[in-house]
């Protein structure tokens, strides 16, 4: 089975979690007065007719009290990568399909749903963010079943049902169908996908031609070949979290790093990989931030050395001195892991 994960609305979504601010009207785009567009809007957002294209004077006007956010792609860049490497915890076999959505292989013997609904909930509880996820047979069945998952955000489609279900959907909605050949199937009298379903190849082909033919109905039955493209070695792991609440205790920091360091010791154990190098990130509530970058000349894999390391790099920052709300710890230079060793035979500094 293949799992789609579809994070709604993400440039704004993660706007909303970095902010805290959950359940206000919310848009993400340029300076007003410029002609500039909505790039993304939240559902609080849309609630008042707001949509993506928009400008953001005419967005202004629907609601004047909405909360204006410029575009951030390196933080949309990285708050997929951390989402990522979540996904990497739960299964190997990852396809990106661009910064917001993922598909999944699910692992043999996982029961779907609720390794599904398991997934989703970490991704709100440690990144704040509202996922759709969709199970089928086929990454098409599973792509629809998260674009439309019901109120729960989840839809399992199992392979016996997945005819049925694909059904009432346009058949604009099949990949590679535009609106030239959706116009030609409709004067045939066929627009939805169970009159796809209907047709035999001769008669299709007698409108879209063979090759199409077969195409379109692969994918109204539930036969599509499409296979998963999993995502070549990983060249960084990372874990990110965002502190309950903002704080310049250096208790609470440390206890924050021990808690990433045991996250990334599990990635790193998943990846089979050892790391050289960590990145502390520093975010402090100002809006500014810091990297602080260590390579040692041994491989670590252990939450205890990566801690370690970890913590000799948050004091070379302003941590202790200025508030933090959101710290991350990155592996690179990953080498494949070798033999098991013990942490404390290694003194980093």
């Not at 989703?120 to 047979?137: N, Q, T, V, W, Y």
Request: one cysteine or more; charged letters at 25%; hydrophobic letters at 40%.
């Amino acid at each position: 089975m293949i799992v789609s994960i579809q994070i709604p609305h993400f440039y704004a979504a993660v706007e909303q979690a970095e902010a805290q601010c959950a359940g206000e009207p919310l848009i993400v785009g340029g300076d007003p007065g410029k002609g500039a567009a909505v790039r993304s809007a939240s559902v609080e957002a849309r609630a008042f007719g707001i949509e993506p294209g928009m400008t953001i004077d005419r967005a202004l006007e629907l609601c004047p009290q909405v909360r204006r956010c410029r575009t951030r792609m390196r933080t949309y860049r990285e708050a997929s990568a951390t989402l990522r490497a979540l996904l990497r915890e739960r299964t190997s076999r990852i396809e990106p399909v661009g910064l917001d959505a993922f598909y999944l292989e699910l692992p043999t013997g996982a029961a779907p749903i609720d390794f599904v609904a398991d997934v989703c909930f970490r991704i709100k509880s440690e990144l704040g963010l509202d996922a759709h996820a969709g199970i089928g047979p086929t990454r098409f069945v599973a792509h629809l079943a998260g674009r439309f998952p019901g109120e729960s955000g989840l839809r399992h489609v199992a392979a016996e049902h997945a005819v049925e279900f694909l059904g009432p959907f346009p058949v604009s909605e099949i990949w590679g169908l535009g609106p030239v050949t959706a116009e030609k199937l409709a004067r045939a009298g066929i627009v939805h996908i169970v009159d796809l379903q209907k047709r035999r190849i001769p008669e299709l082909a007698a409108i879209v031609g063979q090759r199409n033919a077969l195409a379109f109905q692969q994918y109204a039955t539930a036969r599509d070949p499409s296979r998963l493209s999993p995502l070549p070695r990983t060249k960084s792991l990372s874990r990110e979290c965002t502190l309950p609440a903002p704080s310049a205790d250096l208790r609470v920091l440390g206890e924050a790093l021990s808690e990433l360091a045991q996250g990334l010791e599990a990635l790193l154990e998943r990846e089979r990989q050892t790391t050289r190098t960590l990145s502390l990130g520093v975010a402090y509530v100002e809006g500014d931030r810091c990297t602080r970058t260590h390579t040692v000349d041994r491989a670590l894999t252990h939450q205890l050395e990566l801690a370690e390391v970890a913590g000799q790099l948050l004091t070379r920052t302003q941590a202790g001195q200025r508030v933090v709300r959101k710290l991350s710890l990155k592996a690179t230079k990953l080498s494949r892991r070798e033999a098991a060793r013990d942490p404390r035979q290694l003194r980093l500094f």
